[in-house]
């Protein structure tokens, strides 16, 4: 039992620093997403749009796949904080690659219309799932 204790307050320290880390690195990448889409999620949710919700959620789940993988591979802080930055710029640079390219997406969920927003959440995870891999080596 001894052993099991030591391990813990040994481990515990370095838990809550990782998960505080990688914590603060989606919050900001949730701030930076909703700063470069081109509709205002939290005023559309807070309206009752479904889809609004659907793709906020879509992209924070997407920016939090990457970077909880990041953190399960890391050996260090700076290990989370580097590997974690590079996966956040590629999934907000191909999420507003994706609203570019799908240009009348945007607008349509801020319409309300979930069909679309849905084909956004599916972009957001597959390059999440892509992404969270490659970093994984």
Not at 49 to 58: K, R, Y
Request: one cysteine or more; charged letters at 10%.
């Amino acid at each position: 039992m001894d052993a099991v204790l030591e391990s813990f307050f040994t481990g515990f320290p370095t838990l809550i620093s990782h998960f505080a880390i990688t914590t603060a690195m989606l919050a900001v990448g949730v701030v930076v997403y909703v700063w470069i889409t081109p509709h205002r999620e939290f005023r559309l949710i807070r309206e009752g749009n479904l889809a609004a919700a659907v793709s906020l959620s879509g992209a924070i789940l997407g920016i939090g796949f990457p970077l909880a993988v990041c953190m399960a591979n890391s050996v260090s802080e700076w290990d989370i904080l580097i590997w974690g930055a590079l996966t956040l710029v590629i999934q907000l640079v191909a999420f507003k690659a994706a609203d570019l390219i799908l240009r009348d997406l945007p607008a349509r969920i801020e319409a309300g219309e979930t069909g679309p927003a849905l084909v956004l959440v599916a972009v957001k995870l597959a390059v999440a799932g892509i992404n969270a891999a490659a970093v994984s080596g």
